[in-house]
């Protein structure tokens, strides 16, 4: 036997203490489905956090995108087999409060996460990580309107009739706005229904997708539009003559959350890819590619991209955060307004 003096013996009970307290997610691995968004979302996880961060942790990344209503819709049904098919679901934050109040995903093990304490401490839940968020804003042309718009009123101005478009898939957040300018806000959409409804008559156009509005914007099509920051970030480098304007209304909060289902197959791997998304080199990749402020604190963005993407202090404490209660128990009737009376 070899022989164990105190000095042999603190070693080697401090070397047990450190393999017993490493991290779960070190000795994670094997295969994960992530339900994501496709595109630029996608690659970008590829790139920075499953090729990159991941890249010798013996853990296989494979993405299923879809869009987040079409997610949504799998995991309800899912979530009462023993074993589902996705370990990490994207969502938007009214998404995965929907998904956590039926029972679809874990509460999550923070220990098992040790980057979520860096996290922005007003934007965390018990139930899901946030990967990226932005602030809702006005973007406009500045050729076609002047002075340049200062509230979501402007919208309504009648010079700018049949000039001014909406996004089919943002009818949540299109009635919010109205209904900040009408006396309602983020736990009132009621009358923000009015609202649209003269923004209808005055020739307002739907578009289906964020795509579309942007080939509108670009043709001159419309001069005028309720868009996420990121996305007016992400046009201006692509070459569109747009500018970017904060409501006075207030900055309403546009949450991307990463959540695990209670059934998901590889829950040590998939805890592992959330820790990894918190890293620095994707949540500067995902400012620097799509224009959307990191959720880890600690991470510094360079001076030029911060001012165009992230938010001051100052900014943060206005923020408005939306009203996940209200809109669990609103959801169907605003798509009801939205597809039966406003876009009719």
Known sequence: ??????????????GFLASTAMPAFAQAKGRIVVGTWGGDYQNLQQAHIA??????SGIQVIFDPANDTVRKAKLLAERRLPRGTMDIACMTRQGSNELFTQGAVEELDETKIPNLSKVLPFIRTKYSVPHIYTGRVILYNPDQVSPAPTSYADLWDPKYAGKIGVIDIQYQTTIESAAMISGGGPSNYEPGKAKLMELK???????????????????????????????????????????????????AVYLSDMCVPK????????????????????????????????????????????????YTPEQREKFIMPDLEYLLGVDSSLQDFWNKEFKA
């Open 201 to 251: 008559k005055q020739g307002v156009k739907v578009f289906a997708t964020n795509e579309a509005m942007a080939q509108a914007l670009k043709t001159g099509e419309i001069v005028m539009c309720i868009m996420w920051n990121a996305r007016g970030y992400m046009w201006q480098k692509a070459g569109i003559n747009i500018e970017i304007a904060i409501p006075k209304e207030g900055i």
């Open 263 to 310: 059934n998901a197959p590889n829950k040590e791997a998939a805890y592992a890819y959330l820790n990894a998304m918190l890293e620095e080199q994707p949540q500067v990749a995902f400012a620097e590619n799509m224009g959307y402020a990191p959720t880890n604190s600690e991470v510094t963005l360079p001076p030029e991209l911060a001012a165009r993407v992230d």
């Open 1 to 14: 036997m070899i022989g164990i003096n105190r000095r042999n013996f603190g070693l080697l009970a401090g």
């Open 51 to 56: 090729d990159a961060v991941l890249k010798d």
